[in-house]
Every structure is written in structure tokens, then in C-alpha cells.
């Protein structure tokens, strides 16, 4: 920008000592038109009016007058800018020797202390681990101490126990097979004399056959027997032993009909009707569904909740409605 303004300067210049050279000339008359300087007019040739060499160096006195005042304010910038040069350089040499010391001092002292505060940090956590595994083995041998001290008294309590229990549980399969023989006896079940409990084969012995060894008829009655037996045996326990208060029963009267049914399989005409004149008395608490084949006595079936399955258009087709 100076050096425009300097190029500037100097042709305003060239131009002004050109004015005043040609204004020293010596006047002549006019090589066009022959007249005297003096009475020459230059509007002949060109128009131009006779000052216009006055106004040139006019503007151009002020074109420099000017120029001057821009190439003062430019000197004047200049030398601000060139301060804060110096100032930002001054500033960036001592931000750049603060970070040289800063960086050796952490690769010198910092670093190796963090690397060290590193493993012991790292062994720090390890023994935090180990006292955490410690704790939690630790909880669970107290509570395996406590399950074993707690097994061990059962296992006193039952050995102390053992013949107490032997009875009480005799006595309570006593009580169930009482149960089941004075239902067989109401349902007229042929030939009854005495209804045991087998332990060995987990099942009924009556009138000293084994439950499994009659035929298919009586295995079944002695199963229902079996079943509502459980239910008023806990039902009308003095334990008050759980039970829902309901059993059901699919088919226990109905026998293979067949020419080759074996014999036993069928079940006695007096031995239906005693099986639904029993269940017809059982107190409101005791609660027995049979689905059976057979239909039951006509003079029980207003006497008990009876539901006829017509498999036709009359009545109720199915369980499941159509």
C-alpha cells in the first residue's frame, strides 16, 4: 500500500514539473495557423479552455495533499501493527517456553508418579476383589453352618422320634382304611371282610386280595373307594389335612360288556345302586362328579345333581354344547 501511494506521489509529480518545464518554453507562433501566442486561440484545435493546465496542477496538488494524509494515517497503522507483532511474538515465545518446561516436568516427575499411582491403584482393586469374594464366602459358610446345624436337630428330632412317628403313622392308615371299608361295605361290595394297606405294593388289600389281583369291575370300585376315602379322611381329620373338597371320577361302574369279559369284571346291579345311594348322602362340604356310561337308579336321580348326555337333538347333546 505504500509503495502505490510512493507510485502515486511520483506521478503527480512527473506531471507538475511537466507543467512547469512546458511553461518555460519560449513562445512561437503556432505551426496550424501561423498566429502569435498571444493571440492564439487554443479552442480552434481541441475546444479545451485556456486554464486547463491550471485546473491539472490544481487537482493534482490535491490528489497529493491527500495521498500524503493516507501514506501518514498507513505509516501510522503500520507502526501499531508492527507493536502488536512484537507484543504477540513476546507472548508466544514465553507461552512456548512455559509449555517446554510444563511437558518436561510431567515427562520428567508426573509421568513416572502416575505410572506408579497406577499399580498401586491396580493392587488396591485386587484386594478389593478378594476381600468382596472373601465377604461373600464368608455369608455363605454361615448360612451352610446354619442349614447344618438345622438339619442336624431334625435328624435328632427324628431319631429321638422315629417310634412315635411309626405309630402316629399307623395309626393314621388305620384311620383311611376304616374309611374305605365302610364305603365298600355301603356300596355292598361282595365278600368284604377287611380292607389293609400294603406297603410294599403301595395299595389296598381287601378282604386279603391284593387290589391289582381282581378283575377289571372291582378294580375300579376299589379305586373310587379309594379316592373319596382320601377325601373324607382329610376332610373329617382332626388334622385338618388339605384337600380341594372335590374328586372326580371317570367311569367307575361301567365294565367291558363283551361275550369274552372275563369273570368279576362286572360289577352287581346291587352294588350301582348302593354306590350312588352313598355318594347321594355325602354332607355338602364333599363334592363328587362321575362321569359314567351307565345311567344311574331312576328313584336317585332327583336325589342327586344328574345331567344326561342325549348325543341327539332332545335333551343335551354333549359336555360341550352344540
Known amino acids: 500500500m505504500e509503495e502505490h501511494y510512493k ?77 502488536e507483532l512484537a507484543n504477540i511474538q513476546r507472548q508466544y515465545s514465553e507461552q512456548a517456553q512455559l509449555f517446554q518446561s510444563t511437558t518436561q516436568d510431567i515427562l520428567t516427575r508426573l509421568a513416572p508418579a502416575a505410572k506408579q499411582y497406577q ?23 454361615l448360612g451352610l453352618q446354619a442349614e447344618r446345624e438345622k438339619i442336624a436337630s431334625f435328624v435328632w428330632r427324628a431319631e429321638t422320634r422315629e417310634e412315635a412317628s411309626d405309630i402316629l403313622l399307623s395309626q393314621s392308615v388305620e384311620v383311611f382304611t376304616l374309611k374305605v371299608q365302610a364305603l365298600l ?41 379309594f379316592m373319596i376315602g382320601i377325601l373324607e379322611h382329610c376332610v373329617d381329620s382332626r388334622s385338618e389335612l388339605p384337600h380341594p373338597g372335590l374328586v372326580v371320577l371317570d367311569s367307575p361302574l361301567v365294565t367291558y360288556k363283551r361275550r369274552d369279559t372275563a369273570p368279576g369284571d362286572e360289577i352287581p346291579e346291587d352294588v350301582t345302586a348302593a354306590f350312588y345311594e352313598a355318594l347321594a348322602k355325602l354332607t355338602a362340604d364333599k363334592q363328587v362328579i362321575v362321569l359314567e356310561n351307565n345311567d344311574p337308579p331312576v328313584d336317585i336321580q332327583n336325589e342327586i345333581n344328574y345331567t344326561h348326555f342325549s348325543r341327539s337333538t332332545a335333551g343335551r347333546y354333549g359336555f360341550f354344547p352344540v
Open 119 to 141: 499399580l498401586e491403584l491396580t493392587e488396591v482393586i485386587s484386594v478389593r476383589d478378594c476381600l468382596a469374594q472373601a465377604q461373600v464366602l464368608h455369608a455363605r459358610l
Open 7 to 83: 507510485n502515486d506521489l511520483a506521478r503527480l509529480q512527473a506531471i507538475i514539473e511537466m507543467d512547469s518545464y512546458f511553461s518555460q518554453l519560449r513562445q512561437v507562433r503556432c505551426p496550424l495557423c501561423g498566429a502569435p501566442a498571444d493571440q492564439h486561440d487554443p479552442g480552434v484545435h481541441d475546444g479545451q479552455p485556456a486554464n486547463q493546465l491550471e485546473n491539472i496542477r490544481q487537482a493534482c496538488g490535491a490528489e497529493i495533499t491527500k495521498i500524503n494524509g493516507l501514506l501518514r494515517d498507513l505509516v501510522g497503522t503500520s507502526t501499531q501493527l508492527d507493536s
Open 185 to 225: 361295605e355301603a356300596w355292598r361290595y361282595p365278600g368284604l371282610t377287611r380292607v389293609t394297606f400294603s406297603d410294599e405294593k403301595v395299595d389296598l388289600v381287601i378282604s386279603g386280595k391284593e387290589r391289582a389281583s381282581e378283575g377289571k369291575g372291582f378294580r375300579a370300585i376299589a379305586y373310587a373307594a
